[in-house]
């Protein structure tokens, strides 16, 4: 996509895109005014118009969009109005548009551009897509920063867009691993990457466990951004179970749906080229352990006993609970090898978290105030929002075990959620500042732009914006 600039004048030709609030006093476009009977500015409207062989397409935003309804309104505009795009389109901004409002809106104009039929013969490729598409921004103020921001996080989550919703034969955890080598080497950090036989070596066998029953091997992906001067260091571990059966413990509903069980490591992957592709200061650690959990004769099994990076002995009680697992040695081992400030790790980890929370928001976990705050921040600016739930010691007994240090499910069917939280900051070695998203009901979604489940990428511009607003 060309991109170009310009401070004064109006589009001539192709699509014009105007976006209007509610609160606008006046609705006009080339000095003429637009009657409020037609078009009011009033959220979730747009009015067609065709003027001298060009369209002009008024979308209407509401009294005072955040910046979700900003995004979702301007994707809707081309996902839903593709056939007026056709090689060019220009955008008009007016003063109102804050730098945050043309950020959401440029972003969400590419995200638009996503087509799910990946496999079909007749695979419709959006004009916002091709590389002879030319896009105008027209505003009264300089704004390419702030486009080419909006751009490069659309970018990213269209990364994770494909990586979540292509199929199980096709993302692997090797395909992870090429994809982190790959982006690690076009926007500059490093990837190392722990193959069957290096994860046993170091000593990985939670993760292992949960592998061992899948051809497709294991790959423990590690990632480093550590740019000149950095000052402070973050870690990020993200649970990338590329596909789910459930182990034994069969899963009897929805396996249709457990490609969708790498979506944390997804985003951890998406976060990782934003961060980098934006140059922010501060050095990025990453863990993203990939693996299956599928059935064989050498799956791991109900009862069993095994090992951890840390030296603690898990009972495996349900091999249904294996992204846990694999997230104990993912924290364990980003802690001890690179002592990062502070850790979040992301995962669709439980249903519980579905249950409480439906499809509005993620659950959020952590005993450090200060940090649940600026994470929930982050996230409710850009609409990606976050809720705590307890971390209390009450919850420990749940996850105590006779034969073991701990056991990996507490065998309830309430508080699914906390005892999983409570698991993991077992592994964290007290960490002062850790915090775990359980992000299952918002990862993978029905909504207006496909007719199927699909990515939303949740996570990859919430960390992003955390780690930027440090």
């Known amino acids: ?54 369209f002009l397409l008024f979308v ?25 795009f056709s090689d060019r389109a220009n955008i008009v901004f ?16 590419v995200l638009g551009s996503y087509v799910l039929g990946h496999y079909k013969n007749d695979k419709k490729i959006h004009p916002l897509s091709k590389h ?39 993302i692997t955890p090797e395909y992870l691993s090429d994809w982190a080598k790959k982006a690690g080497k076009k926007f500059g950090f490093t990837v190392d990457v722990l193959g069957l036989k290096e994860s046993e070596d170091a000593g990985l066998h939670a993760f292992l466990s949960v592998s061992q029953g899948s051809e497709n091997k294991p790959r423990f992906i590690i990632m480093d951004y550590n740019p000149p001067g950095a000052k402070d260091h973050i870690g990020l571990v ?19 749906h457990m490609k969708c069980d790498m979506a944390g490591g997804a985003a ?5 080229q934003l961060i980098a592709d934006q140059s922010l200061p501060c050095r990025v650690t990453a863990v993203v352990p990939a693996c ?13 006993v095994i090992q951890s990076y840390s030296g603690k002995s898990i009972e495996v009680t349900d091999t249904d609970a294996e992204g846990r697992l694999i997230l104990a040695d993912g924290l364990a081992y980003l802690i001890k090898n690179y002592k990062p400030q502070t850790v979040i790790d992301v995962a669709t980890l439980t249903g519980s978290a579905v249950s409480t929370f439906g499809y509005e928001c993620g659950a959020l976990f952590t ?53 999983a939280a409570k698991f993991l900051e077992y592994f964290t070695e007290n960490h002062p500042s850790w915090a775990h998203l359980d992000m299952a009901g918002v990862s993978f979604v029905d909504d207006e732009f496909a007719k199927t489940k699909h990515a939303t990428a949740f996570g990859v511009h919430l960390l992003t914006n955390f780690i930027e607003n440090l």
Request: proline share 4%; charged share 30%.
């Open 238 to 256: 993200g649970k990338a179970v590329t596909f789910d059966t459930g182990g034994l413990n069969i899963k009897v509903a929805g396996m249709i």
């Open 1 to 54: 996509m060309k991109l170009y600039y310009q401070i004064k004048g109006e589009p001539t030709a192709g699509l014009t895109i105007i976006p209007y609030f509610e609160s606008d006093k006046e609705i006009k476009y080339s000095g003429i005014p637009l009657s409020a009977k037609l078009f009011s500015g009033k959220k979730d409207t747009s009015y067609l118009l065709e003027k001298d062989k060009a």
């Open 60 to 84: 209407g935003l509401g009294k005072d969009p955040d910046y979700k309804t900003i995004k979702t309104a301007f994707r809707r505009v081309s996902a839903k109005q593709d056939a007026f």
């Open 367 to 419: 005993n450090n105030e200060q940090l649940s705050k600026k994470i929930q921040k982050a996230g409710f600016d850009i609409g990606e929002r976050l809720w705590p739930l307890p971390l209390w010691d009450a919850y420990k007994t749940d996850i105590e075990s006779e034969l073991a240090d701990v056991k990996n499910y507490s065998g309830k069917l309430v508080a699914g959620a906390i005892s």
């Open 292 to 304: 299956e959990n599928v059935i064989d004769g050498k799956s791991f099994v109900p009862s069993d």
């Open 94 to 109: 007016s003063d109102n548009f804050s730098d945050e409002r043309i950020e959401a809106a440029i972003s969400g104009l």
């Open 268 to 272: 951890v992957l998406g976060a990782m």
């Open 132 to 170: 002879d598409f030319s896009l105008t921004v027209f505003s009264e103020r300089t704004v390419q920063p702030i486009v080419e921001k909006g751009i490069r996080i659309a970018a990213a989550q269209l990364e994770v867009f494909h990586l979540v919703d292509l199929p199980r034969n096709r």
